[in-house]
């Protein structure tokens, strides 16, 4: 009577092997709407020739227009080719899924002996046994790993999305320093060719005329250094959004967008961060996907290799066998404690890294809450009370000098006095707008300070 076993076991592996399959959006949906409850735009994974043709197009679209932070970051999502790199990650993941949740494919062994007229053949097929029993934990396993993946997905486009928001706010402002600066220096330049008209007919003195020539002179410098500044932000700007060729040609609006009227007040910010911080949520899969992983190297610490199949022989004029073979390492030399400690040990690591970033995570929106309202209160302050107040003094000024009680150069070292209050104005409402994507980025997405999509 033949074993039922040779029988089962072929059943059992075909069976299991068609309960691992992909899923129909690779994964892209979860990540999708990860990033959507934490910048209120959704990601698309471009895995086809159409879907990148189609993410072009709505690139245009959006270029076509003066940009916004809303508009920058779409396109960022839309065109970053870094993070579209990373999303193949999902795929990867997706594939140890699968790969883990089917039986591995059985081995089979002929073999054949001839001499002395007589042929002796062997044939086996044998299949993974251990596997097979370690199949539904191994699939667990890496069903938390493609979980994991999916989170790091959403984490590199939180992460490309504050770069690009950071990107814009820095060149919009860079781009507004330049046009004031240009409206300096032209003053300098009429300041300093009256000046030397003056000074040529007698009426100015050398030193005044040499001040007004150095205003001049740093006014030259000062525009030069907020052209180049502003292209070094232009170019920032471009990497973060993915463009190159006639995509270069995208407009900036004139000035920041306006301070809100009130504050954003966070309510519970660290436990806010605790519970959806991106970074800690994927440190918390890995650890419990290395505790499972623990689980299954304890379970087979003794037993590493078990397969079993069946086997037949047949011989020259003699009838087939039919039978089947167990192959068992025996734990002669290696009893399995290694493997666990070095499990036990990566758990503990997970464990220890899960910790500390709760710890980050909490700091840092504590950090990042503070610059935010300094940042507001400060760009408030320059906007409510430093320029107005420049600009009072601006006017008085230009009412004495209509009623003959004060010279032109009068009026241009008011207007020298204006400069670092303007310049500073602009710098404030920048930093404003850098905070607040610092701390929306810390409340439930990264570390503000991290690198976009990188691991």
Not at 198 to 219: C, H, I, P, V, Y
Not at 333 to 340: I, M
Request: some cysteine; hydrophobic content about 45%.
């Amino acid at each position: 009577m033949n074993p039922p076993f040779p029988r089962l076991a072929p059943l059992a592996a075909l069976l299991l092997a068609g309960c691992a399959a992909f899923t129909p959006d690779g994964g892209a949906g979860r990540v999708s709407e990860l990033t959507q409850q934490r910048i209120g735009q959704s990601v698309s994974l471009q895995r086809s020739a159409a879907e990148v043709d189609s993410a072009g197009l709505r690139v245009s679209e959006l270029l076509g227009q003066a940009l916004t932070a809303d508009s920058a970051v779409e396109i960022a999502l839309l065109n970053n080719r870094g993070l579209q790199a990373s999303f193949a990650e999902l795929g990867i993941a997706e594939a140890e899924r699968v790969r883990a949740g089917r039986l591995a494919n059985p081995g089979i062994g002929f073999g054949r002996l001839a001499g002395h007229s007589t042929t002796e053949i062997d044939r086996s097929v044998v299949f993974d046994l251990l596997g097979l029993l370690a199949l539904p934990a191994a699939s667990q396993v890496a069903q938390r790993q493609f979980e994991q993946a999916q989170y790091q997905a959403a984490f590199d486009a939180v992460g490309v999305a504050a770069e690009a928001s950071r990107a814009f706010f820095g060149a919009v402002a860079a781009q507004d320093l330049v046009g004031y600066y240009e409206q300096v220096k032209d003053a300098a330049d009429a300041s300093g060719e009256l000046a030397r008209r003056m000074l040529q007919a007698g009426n100015f003195s050398k030193l005044a005329q040499m001040r007004e020539q150095a205003f001049e002179a740093d006014a030259t410098a000062n525009l030069a250094r907020a052209r180049q500044q502003a292209v070094a932000e232009r170019e920032r700007l471009v990497r973060a959004l993915g463009l190159s060729g006639a995509q270069l040609a995208f407009k900036l609006p004139a000035h920041l967008p306006e301070l809100p009227q009130t504050p954003f007040e966070p309510r519970d910010a660290e436990q806010t961060a605790v519970d959806k911080r991106l970074d800690l949520l994927m440190a918390r899969r890995s650890a419990e996907a290395t505790a499972k992983s623990l689980g299954l190297t304890r379970s087979t610490r003794f037993v590493n290799v078990l397969e079993a199949g069946y086997t037949n022989k047949s011989q020259t004029g003699e009838p087939r066998s039919n039978g089947y073979e167990v192959r068992l390492e025996l734990p002669l030399f290696d009893f399995g404690a290694a493997r666990t400690a070095r499990a036990e040990a990566v758990y503990m690591q997970a464990v220890h890294r899960t910790a500390e970033i709760a710890v980050n995570a909490r700091s840092e929106v504590r950090e990042s809450y503070s610059a935010y309202r300094t940042a507001y209160d400060l760009a408030r302050h320059y906007r409510d009370e430093v320029v107005p107040l420049r600009k009072r003094i601006s006017d008085e000024n230009l009412l004495r000098y209509n009623g003959m009680l004060a010279s032109v150069f009068e009026l241009l070292a008011d207007a020298r006095d204006q400069v670092a209050a303007v310049t500073a104005a602009i710098e404030a409402q920048r930093d404003y707008w850098l905070a607040e994507t610092n701390l929306q980025t810390a409340l439930t997405g990264r570390s503000p300070g991290g690198n976009p999509a990188t691991r």
